[in-house]
């Protein structure tokens, strides 16, 4: 890192102040220390037209929200609580709002927080200049001092002070501990003229100063708490300021119309440029046909030459009877070829229609082959599904009687059945049959109810296989 002072706008609005002390005692002693208090009167002016008013009761948008590791700055109970934990470097925090204002006054209190370090300091920063090399700053500490310094490129001079003290000055003035200090500055470039509590400090010309913007300076590893900020400025300060409102937004409008008719002229360049090849590519285009066209009429001149010179030799060699004959022997053959080529359309068209009636019928055809397989797909599937209901019907019939069975088997433990699936014959099953149709009595049906029980699933499914 560089010796000397840094201004880093790493956030928008905020700059962030490096400063060594050696090189600010080296640089102090390239400067001379003016304190003018005595040499020109203070400002008059009247700042009786309030242009920013911020008494820190919510977060707005004119001052910074910081949460991070280096910075805290936040409003808190109508206070912007401003804690700088980095342990060597200050920072600017610079509001929002943007100062067009030559004439004005700035109102803020400002007191530091309890903390272990002794050398806390905050203050405010104002006239910081759009490029980042001119500022000015004033500040205080808890040993009741204060110090005005100013920023010239990349580091600051002091206005109060000596160099031994770095510009520090023993003022009883300030306010203890816990206790806030007002703070008052009043700018009527180049002129800045300090009061502190109510009390005129010093008064002090900076040269070649535009507005600039404004906010608070707090010291490294520093706690401190602002009460309000406020921005007058005179009426005719707020004209002034209105006036170059209106004209920096005229210029920037100007600008912006400059920039589009900027804009519209290139594409009207670039269009003119398409344009041109356009043209010139038609031109081209245009050469070459009628090179075409001057070649055709040469071969054309030529052609007409030599049938001019065939026709005068037929003319002149030639009987008229014969160049008679010739002409109708030549007509009699056009004729035919003109009825030759009558055929020829007739049998081509013959053809084009026996294709077109081709196709139509294999079409037909087609058709007719696809609705036979889909009925025949149809007729598959319904006798698939007629055997499926089959099979299953039957497969419920087995595992219906095959349930009978165990039923039986246990209400009867003790009876064994052995049936010869060899023996049973077609005709004992129709007997069997038969005599169960027969009508019995009650006293034969309960007997069998008793005695019967069904056959094995083997012997069943053999008497199926048999039937």
């Known amino acids: 890192m560089p010796n000397f002072l840094l201004i880093n706008r790493k956030y928008d609005g905020i700059i962030t102040l490096q400063l060594s002390v050696s090189t600010i005692i080296v640089w102090t002693l390239l400067f001379v220390t003016p304190t003018n208090s005595d040499a020109q009167n203070p400002i008059s002016t009247e700042f009786g037209q309030i242009q920013l008013k911020e008494d820190f009761s919510d977060k707005n948008e004119n001052w910074p929200y910081l949460t991070t590791m280096e910075n ?44 272990d370090n002794e050398s806390q300091t905050i203050g405010v920063i104002f006239l910081v200049q759009g490029d980042g090399k001119g500022a000015v700053a004033f500040e205080f500490n808890k040993f009741k001092q204060y110090r005005i310094k100013q920023l010239v490129g990349a580091y600051y001079k002091f206005l109060s002070g000596d160099n031994e003290s770095q510009g520090w000055v023993k003022y009883s003035g300030l306010a203890g501990k816990n206790d806030y200090n007002e703070l008052d500055v009043r700018i009527n470039l180049p002129q800045i003229d300090i009061y502190l509590n ?20 707090i010291g490294a590893d520093t706690k401190a708490k602002a009460d309000y900020f406020y921005v007058y400025t005179s009426d005719e300060g707020k004209i002034e300021a209105e006036l170059d409102s209106k004209q920096k937004e005229d210029n920037k409008s100007a600008v912006e119309q400059l920039s589009k008719m900027r804009y519209e002229l290139e594409q009207q360049k670039r269009s003119l440029k398409e344009c041109e090849l356009e043209r ?56 035919k070829n003109q009825k030759l080529e009558s055929q020829v359309q007739v049998y081509r068209d013959s053809l084009k229609y026996t294709h077109a009636k081709y196709s139509k019928l294999k079409l037909a055809l087609l058709d007719k082959a ?47 059945a052995e049936v010869d699936t060899a023996k049973v014959k077609e005709s004992n099953v129709e007997e069997l049959n038969e005599e169960a149709s027969k009508p019995k009595n009650s006293e034969e049906v309960a007997e069998q109810e008793i005695e019967a029980r069904p056959l094995p699933v083997k012997v069943r499914k053999a008497q199926k296989k048999q039937d």
């Open 72 to 115: 805290l700055y936040v409003p808190d109970k109508d206070e912007y609580f401003m804690h700088r934990r980095h342990k060597s470097n200050p920072y600017a925090i610079i509001t929002d709002w943007k100062n067009n204002l030559s004439t004005f006054n700035i109102l803020t209190a400002l007191k530091l927080g309890p903390a």
């Open 280 to 335: 010139k590519t038609a031109v081209s285009v245009l050469e070459d046909g009628m090179a075409d066209l001057r070649q055709q009429n040469d071969r054309l001149a030529l052609r007409n030459g030599q049938l001019q010179e065939f026709k005068n030799q037929v003319l002149i060699e030639v009987d008229e009877d014969v160049f008679l004959t010739l002409a109708e022997n030549l007509k009699s053959e056009i004729i």
């Open 370 to 416: 696809i609705k036979k397989a889909e009925k025949e797909k149809v007729i598959r599937e319904a006798a698939e599904a007629k055997e499926t209901t089959e099979e299953i019907e039957a497969e419920l019939e087995d595992n219906r009687l095959t349930k009978e069975q165990e039923n039986w088997e246990e209400a009867n433990p003790n009876v064994t």
């Open 198 to 217: 109510g009390k005129f400090l010093q008064s002090f010309d900076v040269m070649d100063y535009k507005p600039g913007g404004m906010g608070f300076l």
